[in-house]
Nanobody
């Protein structure tokens, strides 16, 4: 069984900062991509930031220069540092990880339960 547990969400004023964390645990052999998505009310879930096991990163245009994704492979944890937050960043943020549970096995996508981020203007 694999679990992703997010933390760090909350209420912040516009211009403020938050740091999200997502820790993976359970029967894990390897973790490939670890990503952050978000879903605002009435909108589709969208990719915010992505990182590979080799450290490559990618960001949505709307968060470039404000958000930074990083990961600690030893801790099986991915982080999202969010600065200069705007009201439009308000959403539930989800962690996603592509994980193999056995050597040479297929990689599956796992999701966290989500953490609410609310930015007040």
């Amino acid at each position: 069984q694999v679990q992703l547990v997010e933390s760090g969400g909350g209420l912040v004023q516009a211009g403020g900062s938050l740091r999200l964390s997502c820790a993976a645990s359970g029967n894990i052999f390897s973790i490939n991509a670890m990503d952050w998505y978000r879903q605002a009310p009435g909108k589709q879930r969208e990719l915010v930031a992505a990182t590979t096991s080799g450290g490559s990163t990618n960001y949505a245009d709307s968060v470039k220069g404000r958000f930074t994704i990083s990961r600690d492979n030893a801790k099986k944890t991915v982080y999202l540092q969010m600065n200069s937050l705007k009201s439009e960043d308000t959403a539930v943020y989800y962690c996603n990880a592509r994980i193999a549970t056995v050597s040479g096995g297929y990689e599956y996508d796992y999701w966290g339960q989500g953490t609410q981020v609310t930015v007040s203007s």
